[in-house]
């Protein structure tokens, strides 16, 4: 493999007369915590390596999509567009990269041009200098406002092609996806995203010269996931059959669900003949970090996964599998999760074999989680099964089974109507709402709501994996009473009581 | 979907276990799971090899006794070894398991309550191979002639199926494409096994396959659908990294691709393998893991436990980073010494030497024993080129050897294959009697007491207090 990989590449130096240099693109921030921690890394856990990675020589740092907002927001208090600020005052030589989901923002409802464009707006303006465009029907009408908006605003342009195991997806299928975005958008770079660790070694060896063929001089990135054990290879064999630039995790938050470990990547593309300016040593001290924060928090690193075939028939996507066990778990069901798990095999075929790309797997595993708990398949069908049907998120890549269609519109809740209403702007109706906020605030609110906006903290530049002791007494310090704190953990016990007379 | 009948050893109480748990399965634990391994519809259980017959000595265990306990435990499913016709120790004459010494040890072996044998020559001696197998007919052993598959100068497949036909002509019952490194892709596959099948005819090809690069299970699925009929796999707690594919594993992939007739059954497999993960459990042995792909194997390819310790040893010095580099040194050192296949007793002699070059020694300042022997020409005739200045500062093979008609018995047999004097190795029947070889359970209160009242006797007071328990244990004046 090694020597067969070695004379390919020599062979394309030879023939090229000039060694090319292949470009890692980090996600530790954005894609590596999404498959492991169910995107619950914190904005302050990033900010002690963020210097560090913008010195390690990444092409770009993957910062934030709309899982970290929905996670930062819902669950870490934090609100995002601090993150893309605090982040990109430390790396201020690495473009950053942000991503955009269709025309969806919270939850899976599409939403109107103006509050799409605002959203793209404010993520440049608080410092992301590239797009990752995403929509998981290919249709690129749901995205063309918010491309426009990024090129008018001077930043790179990357749509994703999400890679899909399934009838009518073939190397053409992506090659006309690529030709059109190009043609429509002239955008930077071609990605082929490949969510759920499904893409065969034997299928890059054709599609990714096929996509490269078609696309150019224009980037080519991939994105792999480590599910069944393969990614790595994959990743290199890309590399060496056309791709421009691959998405890693530093090490230990690659592999499992997560992707290609950038220390391993740059190494053995090395060893495979091509140039890679990533500082090795820098990866390492930050892998270091990841390491002690994941014992710290008591999450889990990134464990190799073993070989398994079954992957390539239900292509579950890493940060999907985990929010499903999460939530099964939540649901008090974490046992029926193998039929769970069969049944999203089964229900995504009869809905025409939509990418398993977010918010599609959400919608599968909701209909076959009410079909495995109901018994009587879609007699029960969410919402957002139903709005798939009727086209409410573009039109749909395959056919679908007609009796699966009439039961779904028989079945599906009467509120949702069988034809997409026209999406008005909102845009108006906030600002004269929100009259004296930020468009960040607005943009915000529109998404949670006040409440929870009203509640998001501030982040502290204090965190440090080296001194949780020290961190824990300061921030009690920082609350606004002391009295009756009370903290019991292995090995410690701390008592404060304040004084008489002090406020509550 | 094509239907087969396929085969499979266990080799966790062998490969298995040498690679993750460092060998440390003893004789007690064997014997644990083997009432459910025994029902379990495998076609064989490999019991020795090499490393386990050398960790067992080291533990004051006898290994032939070792056999027979498991002959008695483990039901109707046939025993299998795997013996390497080179020996490592370096005692003089003692380098090559000749034919007296092969017919003997097989005699001994099959007497013990061995069916099967696996005959690694890792320079396919064709004298030397073609005794070993009429030995092993003549003991009634089944006679596996291993092929051992290297990534690096690799042969053309016709090479391969001429090998494989010429050991099938010696009397070889299968064949085992041998690949203890792991370097074997499915893409290599798919030209040669079929030449391979074509080649031996009627004789049955096996594949033994490690999990280096995560690709074994790929491996073995592949395979299975080229026509290679059985396989070498490890229960779950012991497969996988430096081991073999995991056989539940593997079975659940098949599934998908083959009807197969006389599946191994899924539960008693598994129950064997709750045993011996409860064993890692209470002895704190590590617990099996899958390693990534990484392309340096295919490049140092160190087989099974040899790339687990030096793996390891280059994390240890920091330099992990630098793993190509180790990788190329490997290579460079095998190149240099013939290109013999990355087995033992080779491959760990030659990832000693890289990796003195690698701390920074003067390349060959000093030599390890065996890549010595082996330029003296000690273990026969490798198919590369040798360093023809280091053969000349080795020079020949001292004169005087000892006579191998002096190895008499049992127990001399096996003292001159593992290097050891008679007098030091342990009664084949304990004094103990057979019934202290059950595996004994603890809970992990009575591991922390036992292991308290070990040490009591070092400490005037030892006082343990944590949630649910308190121990205080107080010498007497």
């Not at chain 2, 793993?323 to 240099?336: D, S, T, Y």
Request: hydrophobic letters at 45%; a negative charge.
């Amino acid at each position: 493999m090694l020597s067969h990989l070695r004379s390919l590449v020599a062979a394309e130096t030879a023939r090229t007369g000039r060694r090319r240099t292949i470009d890692l693109v980090d996600s530790t921030f954005r894609d590596a915590h999404q498959c492991l921690w169910a995107t619950r890394m914190r904005t302050e856990h990033m900010l002690p390596i963020a210097k560090q990675l913008d010195d390690s020589g990444f092409h770009s740092i993957d910062a934030l999509a709309l899982v970290g907002f929905d996670a930062g927001v819902l669950f870490l208090n934090e609100d995002p567009f601090e993150r893309v600020r605090l982040l990109r005052e430390r790396i201020t030589s690495t473009p950053l990269r942000g991503a955009i989901r269709s025309n969806l923002m919270r939850s899976f409802f599409p939403q109107p041009d103006d509050v799409n464009e605002l959203f793209v707006e404010r993520m440049a303006a608080n410092g992301i200098r590239e797009f990752g465009v995403l929509d998981s029907l290919h249709c690129w009408d749901n995205v063309a406002p918010g491309i426009r908006v990024a090129k008018r605003l001077g930043a790179k342009v990357l749509v994703g092609l999400v890679f899909n195991l399934a009838p009518g997806y073939d190397d053409d299928f992506y090659v006309r996806q690529a030709r059109e975005v190009i043609d429509r958008f002239d955008v930077d770079t071609v990605c082929l995203g490949d969510a759920g660790g499904s893409l065969t070694v034997e299928r890059t060896r054709t599609l990714v010269p096929a996509l490269r063929a078609a696309i150019g001089d224009k980037r080519l990135e991939l994105i792999t996931h480590c599910l069944t054990a393969t990614g790595p290879q994959v990743a290199l064999e890309a590399a060496v059959y056309g791709a421009d630039q691959i998405m890693t995790a530093v090490d230990p938050l690659a592999n499992g669900n997560s992707l290609p470990s950038a220390q391993s990547i740059a190494r053995d593309l090395r060893a495979l003949g091509f140039d890679v300016n990533v500082e090795d040593r820098l990866l390492d001290d930050v892998g270091d970090y990841l390491g002690k924060l994941a014992a710290d928090l008591g999450y889990p690193v990134g464990v190799p996964a073993e070989f398994d075939p079954s992957l390539y028939q239900t292509q579950y996507a890493g940060g999907a599998m985990t929010n499903l066990e999460a939530q099964l778990k939540q649901a008090g069901i974490a046992d029926r999760l193998p039929a769970v798990i069969e049944e999203i095999g089964r229900v995504r075929e009869e809905l025409g074999s939509p990418v398993m790309a977010t918010p599609f797997p959400a919608i599968v595993a909701a209909q076959a989680v009410m079909n495995v708990l109901h018994g009587e398949r879609y007699s029960v069908v969410p919402d957002e099964v139903k709005k798939y049907v009727c086209g409410y998120y573009g039109d749909l890549p395959l056919p679908i089974d007609a009796d699966i269609k009439d039961r779904v519109l028989g079945n599906g809740s009467r509120d949702v109507a069988e034809t997409p209403p026209t999406l008005d702007p909102v845009l108006p109706a906030l600002r004269s709402r929100y009259r004296n906020q930020s468009d960040d605030q607005l943009l915000l609110r529109y998404m949670y709501g006040d409440e929870k906006i009203d509640g998001l903290v501030p982040v502290e530049d204090t965190f440090s994996v080296q001194q949780s002791i020290v961190e824990l007494v300061a921030g009690l310090a920082r609350m606004p009473s002391k009295r009756r704190v009370r903290l019991v953990a292995p090995g410690v016990e701390f008592r404060a009581n304040g004084r008489a007379g002090d406020h509550d | 979907m094509t239907t087969y009948k396929l085969a499979f050893t266990d080799t966790s109480l062998t490969d298995g276990q040498t690679a993750v748990w460092g060998g440390a399965l003893d004789t007690s634990m064997m014997l644990a799971p083997a009432a459910r391994l025994s029902v379990s519809g495998l076609a064989a259980i490999e019991i020795l090899s090499p490393a386990v017959l050398d960790a067992c000595l080291a533990r004051g265990e006898n290994p032939l006794h070792r056999l027979e306990l498991a002959r008695r435990h483990f039901g109707a499913v046939p025993l299998r070894a795997t013996v390497n016709l080179l020996t490592g120790h370096g005692r003089p004459g003692a380098d090559v398991l000749g034919p007296e010494v092969i017919d003997r040890w097989l005699a001994t072996l099959a007497g013990a309550g061995l069916q099967q044998v696996v005959l690694l020559d890792p320079l396919l001696d064709a004298d030397r191979l073609h005794a070993a197998l009429k030995s092993a007919s003549a003991a009634g052993l089944v006679a596996i002639a291993a092929l051992p598959y290297q990534a690096d100068n690799d042969r053309p497949d016709e090479a391969y199926a001429q090998l494989a036909a010429s050991l099938a002509a010696s009397g070889a019952a299968r064949v085992m494409l041998r690949d203890e490194s792991g370097v074997l892709t499915p893409d290599r596959l798919r030209t040669l096994v079929p030449a391979l099948v074509q080649a031996l005819g009627t004789t049955p090809l096996d594949l033994h396959t490690r999990c280096h690069t995560a690709l074994g299970t790929a491996v073995a699925l592949e395979a299975a659908g080229l026509g290679v009929s059985g396989f070498d796999t490890a229960l779950p707690c012991l497969a996988n990294g430096a081991s073999l594919p995991s056989l539940p594993s593997l079975l659940r992939g098949l599934r998908q691709q083959v009807t197969m007739q006389e599946l191994p059954d899924h539960g008693s497999l598994l129950e064997a393998d709750a045993i011996l993960a409860a064993i890692a459990d209470q002895e704190g042995f590590p617990q099996a893991a899958s390693w990534a792909f990484d392309l340096a194997a295919y490049a140092h390819e160190l087989p099974g436990e040899v790339a687990v310790d030096f793996l390891a040893a280059l994390r240890d010095r920091g330099r992990w980073a630098e793993l190509h580099e180790f990788a190329a040194e490997c290579a460079a050192v095998r190149r240099e010494m013939g290109s013999p296949p990355m087995v033992a007793p080779f491959a760990r002699a030659i990832a000693e030497q890289a990796i003195s070059h690698f701390d920074g020694d003067a390349r060959y300042e000093s030599l390890r024993p065996v890549l010595r022997r082996l330029l003296q020409g000690a273990y026969g005739t490798v198919d590369g080129e040798l360093r023809a200045d280091l053969r000349r500062r080795v020079g020949v093979l001292p004169a005087a050897e000892p006579a191998v008609t002096d190895v008499d018995g049992p127990e001399a047999l096996l003292a001159w294959i593992a290097g050891v004097e008679t007098s030091a190795l342990p009664p084949r029947t304990p004094r103990t009697g057979a019934g202290s070889f059950g595996y004994e359970t603890l809970t992990p209160y009575e591991s922390l007491v036992r292991g308290l009242v070990t040490r009591a006797g070092r400490f005037a007071v030892l006082s343990l207090q944590g949630p649910g328990v308190r121990v205080h244990l107080q010498q007497e004046a």
